[in-house]
């Protein structure tokens, strides 16, 4: 039995080379087992077999009810039990249809949220400082910023793995570029514009 609901859904869902669609996410949500036994869960695969579940304690398989973030409750039933891993499916055609979409939707969420948080910026004001911790400011330029990281182009890079100030936000060295290095924040940035300033 194979979960159809998922065959026909656009964008977030991958080929991964074999006809076997897959959708990667990180949904958490609570499972019911029998009629009492509440246990936390997360969905973190679709595929036409199932949904794929991880958590904290081991799911038999059989029917249980489980409620993710953001959507109702669902009667699922599972099909394979993997120690603390599973797969279900709703046994409810319509809940079915319902939950593959819901699933699509909050994956592409997701990997919307995933593409903001790595989108490059070029700063109109290009001009900052480099400070090692413990040293003097250096001049330097942003080559591109995102909220989590940025390219900085300087004469004398730090070592990869160095902690230092970026204008004002403290960062660690990720690795060496041809003109300098790149490096990512320890606390993201709110926002980033090309009017941004370090």
């Known amino acids: 039995m194979r979960n159809k609901a998922l065959a026909g859904l656009p964008m977030s869902v991958e ?31 679709a595929t036409m077999e199932g949904l794929w579940f991880r958590g904290d304690v ?16 669902v009667h699922c039933r599972v099909v394979r039990s993997l120690g ?6 709703p046994v409810d055609g319509q809940e079915m249809r319902n939950m593959a979409s819901q699933v699509v939707a909050a994956a592409q969420a997701q990997m919307a949220a995933v593409r903001r948080r790595h989108e ?7 001009a900052t400082t480099v400070t090692p911790i413990g040293g003097v400011p250096l001049p330097a330029e942003i080559i591109d910023i995102s909220i989590s990281g940025a390219a900085v182009r ?19 060295v990720v690795r060496h570029l041809p003109e300098g290095f790149a490096a990512e924040f320890d606390r993201p940035l709110v926002l980033v514009t090309p009017e941004i300033e370090l």
């Open 84 to 89: 603390t891993h599973f797969v279900a499916m």
């Open 154 to 172: 300087i004469a004398q890079k730090p070592q990869v793995g160095t902690t230092v100030m970026i204008g004002r936000h403290e960062a660690h």
């Open 15 to 45: 080929d991964d080379g074999e006809n076997t669609m897959s959708v990667s996410l990180d949904l958490p949500g609570h499972i019911v087992v029998g009629e009492r036994r509440y246990a936390g869960t997360i969905l973190y695969r």
């Open 58 to 73: 081991e799911v038999p398989v059989g029917d249980v009810h489980i409620t993710l973030r953001g959507m109702s409750r």
């Open 120 to 126: 490059r910026v070029v700063p109109s004001n290009k």
